[in-house]
């Protein structure tokens, strides 16, 4: 199973960007998908998660700018942002929690990709 990262990019303050992760491989079953960021020197945090039935979670700090969604068909997960920040500037990795078929559940993560905003 991968997670393929797209999206990232530089962008000025109040601008937007959309991230999609798409999950190939044996997969069986995705559970929860989620994005996670890490800025330079800091510890990998949390975004949004949003579970198999569509119910999203935020944190705090991107609650009202940011929007997670999914397309199960496809096995995409989405993260639009708006309203950018220079304090968003990090690398984001998708995250799922997929039961591989063979391989029981376990999470698997994206690469990773750059999100810079400039100010």
């Known amino acids: 199973v991968q997670l393929v990262e797209s999206g990232g990019g530089l962008v000025q303050a109040g601008g937007s960007l959309r991230l999609s992760c798409a999950a190939s491989?044996?997969?069986?079953?995705?559970?929860?998908m989620a994005w996670f960021r890490q800025a330079p020197g800091k510890q990998r945090d949390l975004v949004a998660q949003i579970g198999s039935n569509g119910r999203p979670n935020y944190a705090n700090s991107v609650k009202g700018r940011f929007a997670i969604s999914r397309d199960n068909a496809k096995n995409t997960v989405y993260l639009q942002m708006n309203s950018l920040k220079p304090e968003d500037t990090a690398v984001y990795y998708c995250?799922?929690?997929?039961?591989?078929?063979?391989?029981?559940?376990?999470?698997?993560w994206g690469q990773g990709t750059q999100v810079t905003v400039s100010s």
């Open positions: 491989g044996s997969i069986g079953t995705i559970d929860v």
């Open positions: 995250n799922a929690n997929i039961w591989a078929t063979g391989g029981g559940w376990r999470d698997y």
